[in-house]
Structure formats: C-alpha cells, structure tokens
C-alpha cells in the first residue's frame, strides 16, 4: 500500500523523500498550497516552483511516485497564529494530508520532523515542539478523516528515535547529505523570493551556515 508523504520543497521533506525512495517505499507525494489571508507574503508561487523543480530532480534521480497538488485557504489572521491560536501550519498541513489519505485510502502518512529540527528550536527559541507529536497533532488529523479512518503519523523522530536517517546530529549535517544540485533547488524562506536573508528561516540558514547571506549554499 502507497504511504503519503507531506512536502514542502524544503531540505527536511527532501531528505525524508529520497530517504523512503532508497528504501523502496512505494509513496504518494502531497504538496500543500497553505495560504493565510493576512499574510501571503506571495511565497506560495515560489514555493510552487520550487516543489515542481525538487520533485522533477528526484524523479529522475530516485524513482518514479505518485504527486498531488492541493491547496488551501485559511480566512483566519496568520499574526495571531504565531500563537497558535489558529493551529500551525504543520498541524493544518496533518489535517489536509490526512483528508486525502481517507479519500485513497492510505493509512500512513509522513512528516518531515526530525530530531535536529527539535534541538535547533529549542536552542534558538526556548521551547520544544511537543505539539508535532501529541494530541494536539492528532485532532488535526482525526479531523481531516472526520473520525472514520484511521490514519499514523510517522516522522524519522518517531519511527528512527536517533538512527538511521534520524541520526543527524545538527541541521548542518543534515544539508550535506544532499546532493549539491538539489541545494540549489530547495528552499526555506517566508518570502515570495527565494531566499529575503530576514525572516527566521533565512536566519536559521546563515547562522547554521546552510547558506551564505545572499542565499548561495554552503
């Protein structure tokens, strides 16, 4: 049975993609247009490109799978959200993956959250992600199935716990394990450029020294 994977263009979502691809998974890639009405920063057509490049890359270097294109919009007040008043937007992302998984009836459904991704918040933040992971998560997801199929969220933090390709230590380490085409490629940034070398991301890339301050990778 296909297994989705929920992705972004980003190095997490690539790294987990090709990673199942060696591994013979059979998946079924999910590609999330998420819009906020209060702040588009128009980064959803650049994020577009991005995935269709990535995904072209893999395709023809790793194998062939299954690709969807969805999108949606959320009238609710993004700023407020950095609260997570309104749910984030891994959580809306588990409650869309979930609902196409019900309609094809899948029952696994990946993440791109790995144990670096844990440490690099909380040292630069203070707080740990625990809502990837609990029930917080979850009622994203039950609600996407409307409580009539049963859908596992499996991330390389939960399923690997440290091995395997959960076994990067820093983000670092994780971004050079990539093939230095795909680096140019791939993108992190809240922006509708490809790289602003402002936002949090952006930030998390020169300081990691994934990137340069003008956004070529390292």
Not at 34 to 47: E, S, Y
Not at 123 to 147: H, K, P
Not at 167 to 181: G, I, Y
Request: charged share 25%.
């Amino acid at each position: 049975m296909d297994e989705l994977v929920l992705f972004s263009g980003g190095p997490d979502s690539t790294i987990l993609l090709i990673d199942l691809l060696k591994k013979k998974v059979p998946v079924r890639v999910l590609y999330l247009e998420l819009g906020w009405c209060t702040d588009q920063h128009g980064r959803i057509p650049i994020q577009t490109q991005v995935v269709e490049k990535v995904l072209n890359y893999i395709n023809i270097h790793y194998g062939g799978f299954k690709f969807s294109r969805a999108s949606m919009f959320l009238d609710l007040d993004f700023i407020s959200n950095h609260e997570g008043y309104f749910g984030k937007d891994d959580q809306w992302c588990g409650f869309y993956g979930a609902l196409y998984a019900r309609a094809f009836g899948l029952e696994k459904m990946w993440a791109g959250f790995f144990s670096y991704c844990d440490k690099l918040v909380y040292e630069r933040y203070g707080y740990t992600q625990d809502y990837l992971y609990d029930e917080r998560m979850q009622n994203y997801i039950d609600s996407g199935t409307a409580f009539k199929h049963k859908v596992e969220l499996l991330t390389p933090k939960t399923v690997y716990n440290g091995t395997d390709i959960d076994s990067f230590e820093t983000k670092k380490e994780a971004w050079d394990s990539l093939p230095w085409e795909l680096k140019g490629l791939v993108r992190s940034c809240w922006s509708g450029t490809y790289f602003c070398g402002k936002c949090a991301k952006c930030d998390h890339n020169i300081i990691h020294k994934i990137r340069d301050k003008y956004g070529n990778p390292l």
